[in-house]
């Protein structure tokens, strides 16, 4: 089995069927276990352990699933935007909430954005207990998207191609990464996004590991490959930096020390989850 990245895992009961029918969702509605997520400062609201809160329901636009047989609802929320201000509100969520923490602001941020019609321009309105949005106008009917993202490890004679981009924290290095193009395979967006960030050709390209994030809402899909060479072309308007790191100083800065060489990524992110299997392969 591949690893279980942050915010990866089942989550709520979606309860898919019961989104079909208005009046089910409705009912659900006025029972009295229903509850409504909690939101802070465009987050889902954590106590001190990390759990998301609930709330008593006033707002029950967004069906997030069922908790035991129990609804959970969400108002749509303006939600925060920048991955990297939030990141250390987030590093204490709680792994066995971090599914419906990605999920809840990964749509309420699809709502958001989303409130006309791309075929005709009209306002849309809510269906399917907010997992998806209808036009009265024109009848089409829109779902949130995912966009998928290649995340990858490259190895080269046992040392790992790693890089930094400006935004990252003082000495943060993580996995190249890239949005896939259209009519682009995951091995193409892999073989591309590295020739063109590092200059490098690649092999053996192979699927490792997967993470929804919901900054805004992509798909990352981790991948391993081999490199060709070792001779990095850096594309200075991507990278700030990038290097190659051997096994041993990779295992010594996740151990957090002030004396490793650089910062790896967070848990949260699938880079660290990339980083830690390669470790262990």
């Known amino acids: 089995m591949p690893p279980e990245s942050f915010f990866s895992g089942a989550g709520l009961d979606r309860a898919d069927l019961l989104r079909q029918s208005a009046d089910a969702l409705a009912a659900l509605a006025t029972r009295q276990d229903a509850r ?16 998301v809160q609930w709330q008593d329901l006033e707002d029950a636009t967004l069906f997030l699933g069922l908790d035991s047989g129990a609804p959970r609802f969400s108002a749509i929320v303006e939600p925060a935007t920048a991955a990297f201000s939030v990141l250390p509100l987030i590093a204490q969520l709680d792994s066995a909430d971090a599914p419906l923490f990605a999920a809840a602001l990964s749509l309420s941020r699809w709502h958001t954005r989303h409130r006309f019609c791309a075929n005709c321009g009209h306002a849309t309105d809510v269906v399917r207990g907010g997992w998806s949005r209808k036009c009265p106008r024109c009848s089409t009917e829109h779902f949130p998207r995912v966009d998928p993202v290649v995340i990858m490890l490259v190895e080269h004679d046992g040392r790992v191609l790693l890089g930094r981009q400006p935004q990252y924290p003082a000495r943060r290095y993580s996995a190249l990464a890239g949005f896939v193009e259209v009519g682009e395979s995951i091995e193409d967006a892999v073989t591309r996004e590295i020739k063109e960030e590092a200059g490098i050709g690649v092999r053996d390209v192979r699927y490792v590991a997967s993470q929804p994030w919901p900054f805004p809402s992509s798909l990352m899909i981790g991948c391993h490959a081999e490199a060709l060479s070792a001779d990095l072309t850096i594309d200075v308007t991507e990278l700030e930096d990038a290097r190659w790191f051997p096994r041993d100083e990779v295992r010594h800065a996740l151990t957090g020390s002030q004396s490793a060489s650089f910062q790896p990524p967070p848990r949260t992110a699938i880079a660290r989850t990339l980083i830690e299997h390669w470790l262990g392969a």
Do not use: I, N, V
């Open 36 to 51: 409504e997520l909690a939101w802070h400062e465009g987050l889902p609201a954590m106590d001190e352990r990390g759990k």
